[in-house]
């Protein structure tokens, strides 16, 4: 029996993820933080670890007598006072988690990257091939630069490391509403718009996805896990359906949302709060929108992903589980 280790197994994908490997004969590892929110692993057969991949002792006793190793842990928030502490533990926790792997001999480490490292199109969908270089907003940096130092370390180390590049992940067991998931609840319940086309995918997919390039990838190679590529009216349609609101589309003229990112960040320099946007977020959305074409994953992977309409009524079904509707 496989035996893997999941870093931030708690986490949106990470729980999902642990699900998929267990459902498939894998024993699992959980690596979590102290005081981590554990309740997408409630009831699941795994050994629990508390630590931090940062730590990069807690990371090497954790990998002990594990074949495969799923690096999921990172900070996914899209501001902090200081960045560093967004771009830090990203770059860092891979660094040791790929050391640690060659140390323990692990046969293969999956990285969870982020398509933001792939970059936004004014044109045809993106592939892997793409490289965002013009992102400077602390999340997509990070995952930029995570993704770098793992390319460069497992070419040093000569470690087997095959990356994988989740698109908008939606879907089930989202127990703190991420970034992606909280503005998609407030179209789901009229009070948010659809903000710009996106390519959309249910996590279980995602967490498929993760588990195929464990056992199908090539070392070395990036693949997109995305699903549908929707355009905004479609997808404010496929919202009517499940809700019976209809969102509204895009958002007001960038200056108008500069100013208020202005305002937000101001405030948020004293408050510590997250503001609603940044304008280095603003910068990123203005060089166009999150379009992947996931032709590699399918073919080299046999990744199939659920349509759109699935992903969104499972978001809806999920958000009113949650009472968040």
């Known amino acids: 029996m496989n035996r893997a280790l999941v870093t931030g197994a708690n986490g949106h994908i990470g729980s999902n993820l642990v699900r998929e490997l267990l459902d498939h004969d894998y024993a699992v590892v959980a ?11 409630d009831g699941l057969d795994v050994r629990l670890v508390r630590g931090d ?13 594990c074949t495969i190793v799923f ?71 990070a995952k930029r630069e995570q993704e770098r130092r793992a390319r460069a370390l497992a070419e040093e180390l000569d470690v087997d490391v095959v990356t994988v590049l989740p698109t908008a992940v939606l879907g089930p067991h989202d127990y703190r509403k991420t970034p992606t998931t909280a503005p998609f609840v407030d179209a789901l319940r009229g009070k948010g718009p659809v903000p710009f086309p996106m390519n959309v995918v249910d996590v ?78 603003l910068d990123d959305v203005a060089g166009g929108a999150p379009l992947f074409t996931i032709d590699k994953a399918r073919k080299a992977l046999g990744y199939e992903p659920r349509p759109a309409h699935e992903v969104v009524a499972a978001t809806n079904a999920w958000a009113r589980e949650m009472k968040w509707i």
């Open 31 to 41: 690596f979590v933080r102290d005081g981590a929110d554990l309740r997408g692993l």
């Open 53 to 65: 991949v940062r730590d990069a002792g807690a990371v090497h006793e954790a990998m002990d007598g």
């Open 71 to 141: 690096h999921l842990a990172a900070p996914y928030v899209l501001w902090a006072k200081d960045d560093g502490a967004i771009v830090d533990p990203a770059v860092v926790g891979t660094e040791n988690v790929l050391r640690a792997a060659k140390e323990r001999g692990v046969k293969r480490v999956v990285l969870t990257g982020s398509c933001n490292a792939v970059g936004f199109t004014r044109g045809e969908p993106l592939d892997e091939t793409a490289f965002g270089e013009a992102a400077t907003s602390p999340y997509i940096r």
């Open 204 to 281: 279980r997919d995602v967490a498929r996805g993760h588990r195929l390039a464990a056992e199908r990838g090539v070392a070395g190679e990036r693949y997109l896990l995305g699903g549908d590529n929707v355009d905004m009216p479609t997808l404010a349609t496929l919202i009517e359906k499940e809700t019976g609101k209809k969102p509204a589309q895009g958002l007001p003229p960038m200056w108008v949302l500069r100013a208020v990112a202005v305002v937000a960040e101001a405030v948020s320099a004293v408050s510590g709060e997250p503001p609603m946007i940044t304008r280095a977020i």
